[in-house]
């Protein structure tokens, strides 16, 4: 009788996992980990596990109606499973950390009613709201904006130069920038109308991509944020670029329009680190 080679035994083994745990993607990394032997016992378990304990709350394929009893058991079952996919148990029980995943799963994936990820802008029934922000206390709230237009060399000497037929390319743009930062909650229909104490928007001319890089700062003491206002401003400005510089070349390109920096509110301090 012809004897079924172990790696297919393996993925038999593992297509029965797939039917439970149905994440396609983790489980196509557990294959080639099969293959190779690339992963240890544990990492394997607990790749799954962590889908498990997520879906915990909301799923009724669960082991156990009791959360802590139910992490036991889906590690001593898993860790049944696997043995009979690779041959041996994990080299470290498993069964012993279910508390520790349970606190672990707990700080990273809390319950979509808490979630920090809460779209705020969304009623309970789905429909766009204006989110109230008269319970927060007013604080001192600072965001700065960066975007950068891409000019050829072509636009770019002509813009060094202050050549173009419709004047100061980048003073015109500057301007247009403050104006639209003041003018964020017309433009966008669920910002607060903020009271704006500083905007300063400045541009940068760059020889070596032959672009110009513009920076903007929104600043107000209130109870919401000026990142819009910031960002409003920076991608005003370069729309203004483009305007002033379209006659001479339509292969302009505005990019990179992102938050750079943020400080005050709840959320405290950000820096973009990409």
Not at 167 to 177: H, P, R, S
Not at 194 to 206: A, D, F, M, P, T
């Amino acid at each position: 009788m012809q004897v079924m080679p172990l790696w297919k035994r393996r993925r038999v083994r593992l297509a029965s996992l797939e039917t439970r745990f149905v994440n396609i993607g983790d489980l196509n990394r557990v294959r080639r980990s099969c293959r190779v032997n690339s992963r240890s016992w544990q990492d394997l378990c607990k790749m799954l596990l962590r889908r498990i304990v997520a879906a915990c709350p909301q799923s009724k394929r669960m082991f156990s109606t009791s959360a802590s009893h139910g992490y036991e058991s889906a590690i001593q079952e898993l860790n049944k499973e696997m043995e009979s996919v690779f041959g041996e148990p994990p080299a470290n029980g498993l069964a012993t950390s279910a508390s520790n995943l349970t606190n672990e799963t707990q700080l990273s994936s809390p319950n979509i009613a808490e979630s920090s990820f809460e779209l705020t802008h969304t009623g309970k029934s789905g429909e766009a709201q204006m989110v109230d922000v008269s319970p927060k206390e007013s604080s001192k709230r600072t965001a700065i904006a960066v975007c950068k237009v891409i000019l050829g060399k072509k636009v770019f000497d002509l813009v060094l130069a202050n050549q173009m037929a419709k004047g100061d390319v980048l003073t015109v743009a500057k301007i247009a920038g403050i104006t639209a930062a003041k003018q964020t909650s017309s433009l966008i229909p669920l910002c607060h109308n903020v009271n704006l104490s500083h905007v300063q928007v400045g541009l940068r001319l760059n020889h070596e991509d032959f672009s110009v890089t513009i920076e903007g700062e929104a600043a107000s003491t209130g109870k919401t944020g000026v990142e819009m206002e910031a960002m409003t401003a920076v991608s005003i400005a370069g729309l203004t670029v483009y305007d002033m510089c379209k006659a001479a070349s339509k292969e302009i390109a505005i990019t990179d329009i992102r938050l750079k920096h943020k400080s005050g509110g709840k959320s405290g301090e950000y820096w973009w680190t990409q």
